[in-house]
């Protein structure tokens, strides 16, 4: 893997990979070099095999507080576009509409790319989750919270539209509707208790054990084999909008003959009746 600028990747030897949002002196706030970045490493895990759980975290005291605001590129100002980054030059330089809906795509398309990716994440969540980093929080498989977790729609607070990268289609099955509704069109916060009591995160606990309660649940994921981990992730994308019970029964059909045809298969049925872990080494 690559060394980042905005972004700090680990990778444990037994299959966990570690994403720290690294920008610590903004609240690890998504500027253009980090959602390229973020772009890049994604697109590598989405065909690493070797790392089958994936954990985002934020450097310092926050997970992230949404887009720079400070950095102009992503509301389609061309001037404040790094050099290596200016994929822009070809627009016009009156034509601002492209040019924010370019920004507006590269932000989005992160998410996208997150729930593309096979492995199944865990967001562990410190300090503020806003904006953007509301939208990253929402995309995790599972959202693991510290006691100092803040989460809101920042949006709608900046003159925006309350539903920004996802966060319209998230929520709401998350949380429920009218839940959702609240939180999109008031824009106030949600501290870890609230967070926890009405569904969106699945525990609290202290922020010194925040990532080491994602290591213990990684870890559990990797007990399972991995193929079946990753067909159970691209289940869950598929049929969390099935348009039938039988259509997501034919998905889960296929997977579970296609499991049935692999190695692993005989190693997880050899350990269930041995009462031991199974070892299924990295592929």
């Not at 990747?9 to 920008?23: S, W």
């Not at 601002?96 to 790319?113: D, L, S």
Request: hydrophobic share 40%; aromatic share 8%.
């Amino acid at each position: 893997m690559k060394n980042y600028n905005t972004i700090k990747y680990q990778e444990l030897e037994e299959g966990i990979g570690i994403l720290t949002l690294n920008r610590p002196e903004r609240l690890n706030a998504l500027n253009f070099e980090m959602i390229e970045e973020l772009h890049d490493l994604l697109g590598e895990l989405e065909w690493n095999l070797d790392c089958r759980v994936l954990i985002i975290t934020g450097e310092g005291r926050a997970f992230c507080s949404g887009t720079d605001l400070k950095e102009s590129s992503l509301i389609g100002y061309e001037d404040a576009l790094p050099e290596k980054y200016s994929d822009l030059k070809y627009l016009n330089v009156d034509d601002v509409a492209k040019r924010k809906m370019y920004g507006q795509k590269r932000i989005a398309e992160v998410i996208v790319r997150l729930r593309r990716i096979n492995q199944p994440v865990i967001a562990a969540v410190k300090g503020p989750a806003t904006g953007g980093g509301f939208a990253l929080a929402m995309a995790a498989d599972i959202r693991i919270a510290g006691e100092s977790a803040r989460f809101n729609n920042a949006f709608i607070n900046i003159g925006m539209s309350g539903t920004d990268v996802g966060s319209s289609y998230f929520l709401p099955r998350l949380i429920g509707l009218s839940r959702a509704a609240e939180i999109l069109y008031t824009g106030r916060f949600m501290d870890a208790e609230e967070a926890e009591r009405i569904g969106f995160v699945s525990r609290v606990v202290p922020d010194d054990k925040l990532l080491e309660t994602a290591l213990e649940l990684a870890g559990e994921m990797l007990k399972k084999s991995p193929l079946g981990l990753r067909l159970t992730k691209e289940a869950i994308n598929q049929n969390i909008d099935a348009p039938s019970l039988e259509a997501a029964i034919l998905l889960e059909n296929r997977n579970q003959v296609v499991c049935m045809n692999t190695k692993d298969i005989f190693e997880a049925f050899t350990a269930f009746f041995e009462k031991r872990t199974p070892r299924y080494g990295k592929r």
